[in-house]
C-alpha cells in the first residue's frame, strides 16, 4: 500500500493545512492501492507563495546553471526510472512492458530534449536598435491528466523550468502516484527550494484555485475539452496565459497505395495500446470504400490477436483506468450498436475470465463519420472504420470533426501522402510513421491552443521582451 499523504512546498514534504485523504483504486483489481491527501485552496497559496518568492532569484539564474540542474535531474531519474514505470502500471493499468518502456522513456525523452533545446536557445536576439529578450513568464500552474502520467507531467516541467519559471504541479487524481516520485527525483537532484511545488487533490478544488489565482502567471493544461473551456474561464479575470492540450478524434488515412493489410493492423494495434487512452489515438480510420472487406478482415484479425489481461502480466493490453471511465466506453459501444454501426470486433462487457478489473474488450465497427462513435472522443479500445471514395472524400471526412489533435497518412506514394498532410487542419501528422522529440504537439480547433515538446514547447513559458535603443543608432 502506498501512502503518499503529503505534499511538496517550498523544498520540503509537508501536511496538508486541512487533513483530509482519498483512496486510490487499482484498475486491475479494484482494490485500493494507497492513500493520497487532498488539498485545498489555503496549500496553493502556501505553494504559490513559495515559488513566488523563489521565482525572484530562479528567474535570474544562467542558462547554464539550468542546464547543470536538468542533467542532475536526469541522472536522478535514471536511477528510479523501474519505480516510476511501477507506480504508473499501478496507478492507471498499464503493462509493465508499456509503463517500464515507452511511459517513462516518454519523461526521459522530454527531459533529455529540453536539454539539448536549452544548449542552443536563444534568449535574447539583436535587430536593429532593439534586443529581444525572452525572459520566464513567472509562476505556472501545471495541471495533468492520468493517461500518459510521465509525458504529460515531464513535457510542462522540463521546458519550464528551462525558461526559467517557478512552478505548482497538480496530478491527476487517479494517478497521483509516479507524480509524487518524480517531486522526490526533483528534490534529490537539488532543485532550489520553491522551484517546484506539488499539490495532490481535485481538480475542481485545487485546479480552480491556480486557474483564478491573483499571483499565477499561466497555466499549462492537458485534460479534456470542457475542464478545458472551464480553466479558461477561471483564468480570465487575472489574464493569465493558458496553454491547452486537449481531446482528440484523429482520422489514420489509408491511401490506395498503401499496404492495407499491414495498415490496417497497425493502426488497429495503435489504438488499443495503452487501452484506447491516447488523446492523439487514430480513432478513425480511412480506408479506400473498394478495399473495405480487405480491411474488415485485417481489422478483426488485428483486434481479436491483442490479447488483454493483468498489466503484471505478458499482456499487450490492461484495464482503462477507472469504474466511471469503463462505463463511458461500454455506453459508447452501445451508442455504436444502437445506431447502426457494424461490430467486426469485441463489444459490450469484460473479456472472457476477466471479471474483476476495468477490462474492455478490443473492439472495432464500421461505421460512418455522422455516428456519435465517430465525432466523440471516446478514450477507450474502440476503433471506427469508415471508408471514403477517393482522396478528397478522405481528406473531407478527416477534417470534418470538431477535434484537430492528430493525424495518420499512410501511402507509398510520398508526394501524394505529404500533399494529403498539408490539407488535413490538426497539429501533429505522422506520414508512414515515425517519432521525433523536437516535433511540436498540439491541437488546431477544440484540441487546444498550446505546442509543447521540443523547442515549442519552451514558447509556453517564456514571454518577449524588446529593448529599443539596445544599441543607439
Ligand atoms: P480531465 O480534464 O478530467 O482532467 C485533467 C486534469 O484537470 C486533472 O488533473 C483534473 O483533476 C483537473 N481538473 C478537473 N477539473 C478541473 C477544473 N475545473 N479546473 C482545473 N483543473 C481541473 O481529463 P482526464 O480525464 O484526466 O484526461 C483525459 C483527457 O485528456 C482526454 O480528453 C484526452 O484527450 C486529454 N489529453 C490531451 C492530451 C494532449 O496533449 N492534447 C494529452 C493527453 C490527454
Same mark, same amino acid.
Given at each position: ?164 519559471? $517557478? ?110 487512452? $491516447? ?195
Amino acid at each position: 500500500m502506498r501512502n503518499y499523504t503529503q505534499f511538496y512546498i517550498d523544498g520540503q514534504w509537508v501536511d496538508p493545512i486541512a487533513p483530509r485523504t482519498a483512496q486510490v483504486v487499482n484498475p486491475a483489481t479494484e482494490e485500493v492501492s494507497g492513500t493520497i491527501s487532498l488539498g485545498s485552496a489555503v496549500d496553493v497559496d502556501k505553494a504559490v507563495a513559495a515559488a513566488r518568492r523563489a521565482f525572484a532569484t530562479f528567474g535570474e539564474t544562467s542558462a547554464k546553471e539550468r542546464l547543470d540542474l536538468l542533467e542532475a535531474i536526469l541522472a536522478e531519474y535514471l536511477k528510479r526510472e523501474t519505480e516510476l514505470g511501477e507506480a504508473v502500471s499501478e496507478e492507471m493499468g498499464a503493462p509493465m512492458s508499456l509503463a517500464c518502456g515507452f511511459h517513462t522513456l516518454l519523461g526521459k525523452g522530454h527531459l533529455s530534449t529540453a536539454i539539448e533545446v536549452l544548449k542552443d536557445f536563444k534568449f535574447e536576439e539583436q535587430r536593429g536598435v532593439t534586443m529581444i529578450r525572452k525572459e520566464p513568464i513567472g509562476v505556472c500552474g501545471l495541471i495533468t491528466p492520468w493517461n500518459w502520467p510521465m509525458n504529460q507531467t515531464c513535457v510542462k516541467i522540463f521546458p519550464a523550468l528551462a525558461a526559467g519559471c $517557478t512552478m505548482i504541479l497538480k496530478p491527476p487524481q487517479l494517478a497521483p502516484y509516479s507524480a509524487q516520485i518524480l517531486a522526490e527525483i526533483l528534490h534529490d537532484a537539488g532543485v532550489p527550494a520553491g522551484v517546484f511545488n506539488m499539490v495532490q487533490g481535485k481538480g475542481s478544488e485545487i485546479g480552480t484555485a491556480l486557474s483564478t489565482h491573483e499571483d499565477v502567471d499561466m497555466i499549462s493544461f492537458t485534460g479534456s475539452e470542457p475542464v478545458g473551456v472551464q480553466i479558461q474561464k477561471d483564468a480570465a479575470d487575472t489574464v493569465k496565459r493558458v496553454g491547452l492540450e486537449l481531446g482528440g478524434k484523429s482520422a489514420w488515412i489509408v491511401l490506395d497505395d498503401a499496404s492495407l493489410a499491414t495498415n490496417v493492423a497497425a493502426a488497429t494495434g495503435g489504438m488499443m495500446g495503452n487501452s484506447g487512452q $491516447t488523446c492523439s489515438a487514430g480513432s478513425r480510420l480511412l480506408v479506400p470504400n473498394a478495399r473495405m472487406d480487405d480491411a474488415i478482415a485485417a481489422a478483426t484479425e488485428a483486434a481479436n490477436g491483442v490479447t488483454v489481461g493483468d498489466p503484471k502480466g505478458n499482456f499487450a493490453m490492461g484495464p482503462v483506468v477507472s469504474k466511471s471511465q469503463y462505463e463511458i466506453i461500454q455506453g459508447y459501444i452501445e451508442k455504436g450498436l444502437e445506431e447502426g454501426a457494424k461490430l467486426i470486433a469485441g463489444g459490450l462487457g469484460k473479456p472472457d475470465g476477466l471479471d474483476k478489473g476495468y477490462y474492455v474488450k478490443p473492439t472495432v465497427f464500421v461505421g460512418t463519420n455522422h455516428m456519435v462513435i465517430a465525432r466523440e472522443e471516446i478514450f477507450g479500445p474502440v476503433l471506427v472504420i469508415i471508408g471514403y471514395d477517393d482522396v478528397d472524400h478522405a481528406v473531407e471526412i478527416a477534417n470534418d470533426s470538431n477535434f484537430g489533435l492528430g493525424g495518420y497518412v499512410s501511402g507509398e506514394d510520398l508526394d501524394a501522402a505529404r500533399a494529403v498532410s498539408r490539407r488535413m487542419r490538426t497539429g501533429a501528422i505522422w506520414v508512414n510513421g515515425g517519432f521525433d522529440f523536437h516535433a511540436p504537439f498540439g491541437g488546431y480547433k477544440r484540441s487546444g491552443n498550446g505546442r509543447e515538446w521540443g523547442e515549442h514547447g519552451f514558447a509556453e513559458y517564456l514571454e518577449t521582451k524588446s529593448v529599443v535603443g539596445w544599441n543607439q543608432a
